[in-house]
């Protein structure tokens, strides 16, 4: 079934404009998207999108692993860390051996929302691109506070070589199941669920607890966590509370929808979720033929890779949506479905046929399975063409120009297939385009035997039908109003058939083409922001079908079900200057036009804000994130009866604010993130307090205009200062930022020179005080070939690299916390090991100079998320278990090598779904957890509190 999506020239800047399907780049500002990674569970991400190299090759990039090769001959030689390699000198020992008031205008159903003035306002073809500039949600590395707290555990590791560590896993803990708080009134279901982690709590996320009515319901359960043995079981009293009353978000949040796709009398339409400053998947379903919409759900306790979703199709029985982002893992995010309600993320493991770099820019689906094209870089950094194969969305092939597909042309735009039968349209330079052809299902390529001067290659272009191919530019038309149609029976001679007619001046032309046993269709821009569908039997003779009407915003995706049905989906401008709402609007031929409401989409409204980060100091609690398009702060004492900081003042603004790290140190509270001004601006925002409940606006940061994304995603605290970490795109790429100040009056920033390499190919995720200074986390390399590393500092302005840190057996490793325990330093990662992504710590007591690994005893798609220190030792949390199945985790270590699992095992943190925890945080005994729970009962946040018990206790 052929899928629908985003296309090309777009008078505004528009994600295929960024990424045409040449491989070139437009000459205008496109916005940026920050690259660092966040900590996402396995079986999903754990490489980031690809950074230019620094001077002198810094980090080099291995080729990608292609058929035949072994793990041996496709590990990279090295990747640009400090620390010795794997090798005769340093054996290698296997890993893990151990809205309202709007109103339609008459005849026209997608009129609604327009602007009181009458004006409409108009999206571009992907404001997910422009709305996701702003910073990452990274996670903060456990930061030191003035309130010292508790003395840390130590270290019971000698300095000196690498070793494994085992844990092991406790027995389910003893609990009694808490009752559940009754569902917020009117309310619906929420659905898909979102990658989370501090930094990443990918779903809308209510911190608070309100703590007197839940106690006058009787609905405080307790989770204990006594386990009853001498294996660092420690904590007791726990109380787990599904926590979805409090801290309501009116509005602000961002939908946008890229593809529409159908089976039967099944309906996709898939896009992203804008909200926070990473585009995450949308799914919007109608199992009726368009009667009914609900949100779909994305499995897993992170939700998978972020990223927009940009095409979608059904094949072989199965569904696949996949990003069509041109960086690093997000263009190579992907997610498959059974059903079409509920989509699991692919594990970037099973991957390893897109190489780095890679953009995939169009999706088929047939009886056989799926056909996916696009652009790859051919070695001299020349624009080639590519197709992956899969037959089940998981297990790909990849056809190049070095075997398979024909030399000397650019890359791959649009793409259909009908039986063993593939049509591919390609550039072949300039204004033209040539139609590949292959018969034995995408294997072996030839060209078609005609040429088709002055249509350019877009994706979505191309259609199967019962009697052949078609082919309808997108984007295009003739001075006339006119859009030239080409069929071909079998892919191979193309003759003009047909034309659609009736464009006005101002009129883009067709914007998406659909295809099913029904006929052919086209979504046509025929004025500026008004849409008609046309419809055809096999692409000759075309007829308007419906007219849509006009809207403040953008369609951009059409199918046709085999009963005939159009469904076109977009989105359009709501209430403020940040939310965006999805637009989808069905049709019959001839028929009535009916739009569909969002508050009608069952699961998709949700009325609660985002938390992504979480820390502690002298009894506090501080909580920030973001809410109705501001940035947002709660404070709690004690983790208990959460209020909202303010004033509002200094936490909002035009565009979109969120803050993505909170710390305490000697001169009070600083919160960290980013406020984004304009579409294409993505500028520091930091905000101070003295007690954590009042704020007010801190030191300014200051960033080249010519760099147009410098936003902190981390930030730590300790007895000498201040240290904050980001990233900035600036006219050579991404690098990553470093900022001291000794008394939040000033921050200055680190020179380059002053960073390890000048800080080339590095994207930094944590940092953390330590007894002697500092310690910041990341990655370096590329896509699946990265090495976790570590900084050092002594007094926050000088910074050296320590050894790279890169589990024995993995090929790959991203660190994305650290904590600091007396004189120890311990990070927590993901590896990609030959059995797929795994979490792993590791833990220096000698400076960084040495690593030895633990492995904290989990299923196969566990996901440690966060990390907090205690008077007894280490508490981290996250999820263990399948998608869809997964419970809640604590896992407990009084070193950080030696760890011991703890599901929770009963609701809210166990039970069918998928429950976590995703942040923690500890102050005195008092240790606090967010996270939530996706089922079929909709989304809940789940706060989790429990206490440290005395010694011998």
């Not at 309906?267 to 379903?285: H, N, Y």
């Not at 464009?503 to 032309?509: A, F, I, K, V, Y």
């Not at 809210?908 to 923690?920: E, K």
Request: glycine content about 16%; charged content about 20%; some cysteine.
């Amino acid at each position: 079934m052929a899928s629908s999506g985003p296309h090309d020239r777009d008078p505004q800047p528009t994600a295929d404009e960024e990424n045409p399907a040449d491989g070139s780049r437009p000459s205008h500002g496109a916005p940026f998207t920050l690259h660092h990674t966040p900590p996402a569970p396995p079986p999903w991400a754990f490489a980031a999108g690809p950074v230019p190299e620094g001077p002198g090759g810094a980090h080099p990039e291995p080729a990608p692993e292609r058929a035949g090769e072994s793990e041996e001959t496709a590990r990279p030689a090295g990747d640009g860390s400090s620390g010795p390699a794997p090798g005769p000198e340093h054996p290698a020992t296997p890993y893990g051996e151990a809205g309202p008031g709007e109103t339609a205008r008459p005849g026209d159903p997608l009129s609604a929302g327009i602007r009181p003035d009458g004006r409409p306002r108009r999206l571009t073809d992907r404001p997910d691109v422009l709305v996701a500039i702003g910073p990452p949600r990274r996670p903060r590395a456990g930061s030191t506070g003035a309130d010292p707290g508790p003395p840390r555990a130590g270290s019971q590791e000698d300095a000196g070589g690498t070793r494994a560590a085992q844990g092991t896993a406790a027995p389910p803990l003893p609990v009694r199941r808490p009752a559940r708080l009754p569902a917020v009134p009117g309310r619906p279901p929420a659905a898909a669920a979102r990658a989370h982690g501090r930094g990443l709590l990918r779903r809308p996320v209510v911190l608070a607890v309100v703590a007197a009515l839940c106690l006058a319901a009787g609905a405080l359960g307790l989770l204990a966590l006594r386990s009853g043995t001498a294996d660092g079981g420690w904590l007791t009293g726990g109380e787990g509370l599904v926590a979805d009353a409090a801290f309501p978000a009116r509005g602000g949040r961002s939908h946008v929808l890229n593809a529409v796709a159908a089976a039967g009398s099944m309906i996709v339409a898939a896009g992203s979720d804008t909200t926070g400053p990473r585009p995450r998947p949308l799914f919007l379903v109608s199992p009726d033929e368009g009667e009914t919409w609900e949100a779909g759900r994305t499995l897993g306790p992170a939700a998978g890779a972020a990223g927009a979703v940009g095409r979608v199709a059904s094949g072989g029985g199965r569904w696949l949506a996949v990003g069509t982002d041109a960086t690093g893992r997000a263009g190579h995010a992907m997610w498959t479905s059974a059903d079409g309600r509920s989509w699991t993320p692919v594990d970037p493991a099973r991957l390893a046929a897109f190489a780095p770099g890679d953009r995939v820019s169009d999706l088929a689906g047939g009886e056989q399975g799926f056909a996916a094209a696009g652009v790859t870089t051919r070695p001299d950094g020349t624009p080639g063409p590519v197709v992956w194969l899969s037959p089940d969305g998981e297990r790909w092939t990849r056809v190049d120009d070095r075997g398979g597909l024909p030399g000397r042309i650019g890359g791959i735009a649009a793409i259909a297939m009908r039986g063993d039968r593939v049509v591919a349209l390609a550039d072949a330079g300039g204004s033209a385009s040539v139609v590949l052809r292959s018969d034995d299902g995408g294997r072996t390529w030839r060209a078609g035997e005609s040429s088709l001067p002055g249509v350019r290659a877009e994706p979505g272009a191309l259609a199967a039908t019962e009697r052949g191919f078609v082919l309808v530019p997108v984007r295009q038309r003739t001075a006339d109003g006119r859009v030239p149609v080409y069929c071909s029976p079998d892919g191979g001679r193309w003759t003009g058939c047909g034309a659609i007619g009736g464009l006005g001046p101002d009129g883009p032309g067709v914007r998406a083409v659909g295809a099913s046993e029904a006929g052919v269709a086209a979504l046509v821009e025929t004025e500026w922001g008004r849409y008609t569908a046309y419809t055809s039997a096999d692409g000759g003779a075309w007829t308007r079908a419906a007219e849509l009407g006009e809207i403040p915003g953008t369609l951009r995706g059409l199918t046709i079900t085999g009963a005939g049905l159009l469904v076109a989906g977009g989105d359009r401008r709501g209430r403020g200057d940040v939310e965006n709402l999805p637009v989808l609007v069905t049709a019959r031929a001839g028929g009535s036009v009916t739009a569909v409401p969002p508050e009608r989409i069952a699961g998709l409204r949700r009325d609660a804000g985002e938390v992504a980060d979480l820390a502690a100091a002298g009894g506090t609690f501080v909580a920030v994130g973001s809410a109705d398009g501001d940035a947002a702060i709660w404070t709690a004492r004690d983790g208990a009866g959460w209020a909202a900081a303010g004033p509002a003042g200094p936490l909002s603004g035009p565009g979109r604010q969120e803050l993505t790290g909170v710390a305490h140190g000697p001169e009070g509270w600083l919160a960290v993130g980013s406020t984004t001004p304009e579409p294409a601006l993505t500028r520091p925002l930091l905000v101070t307090s003295a007690d954590g409940r009042t704020w007010r606006p801190g030191p300014e940061i200051e960033a080249p205009a010519d760099h147009p994304a410098l936003a902190p995603v981390a930030v730590a605290a300790g007895p000498q200062g201040y240290v904050i970490a980001g990233e900035d795109h600036g006219p050579d790429g991404a690098r990553p930022a470093l900022w001291f100040s000794a008394d939040l009056t000033r921050f200055a920033r680190i020179p380059a020179e002053s960073l390890p390499d000048e800080g080339a190919g590095v994207r930094l995720a944590g940092v953390t005080a330590t007894p002697d200074g500092f310690a910041a986390v990341g990655s370096a390399g590329r896509d699946g070939r990265e090495t976790g590393i570590v900084w050092r500092s002594a007094d926050g302005r000088a910074w050296t690299a320590a050894a790279r840190v890169l589990p024995p057996g993995a090929r790959s490793a991203a660190l994305h916390r650290v904590v600091s325990v007396r004189s120890a330093l311990v990070v927590l990662g993901t590896a990609a090991t030959g059995d797929g992504a795994r979490p792993f710590s590791a833990v220096s007591t000698d400076g960084g100079a040495t690593w030895r690994y633990g492995r904290p005893p989990a299923e196969e798609t566990a996901a440690v998320l966060d990390v907090a220190v205690t008077a007894r030792g280490l508490v981290a949390v996250g999820a263990d278990g399948a998608a869809g199945a997964g419970d809640g985790t604590v896992w407990l270590s009084a070193d950080g090598l030696a760890w011991t699992r703890h599901p929770l095992t009963a609701e809210p943190l166990g039970g069918p779904g998928d429950q976590w925890l995703g942040l923690v945080a500890a102050s005195g005994d008092r240790v606090v957890g967010v996270g939530g729970s996706a089922d079929e009962d909709g989304e809940h946040v789940i706060v989790w509190r429990t206490t440290v018990a005395a010694a011998g206790g």
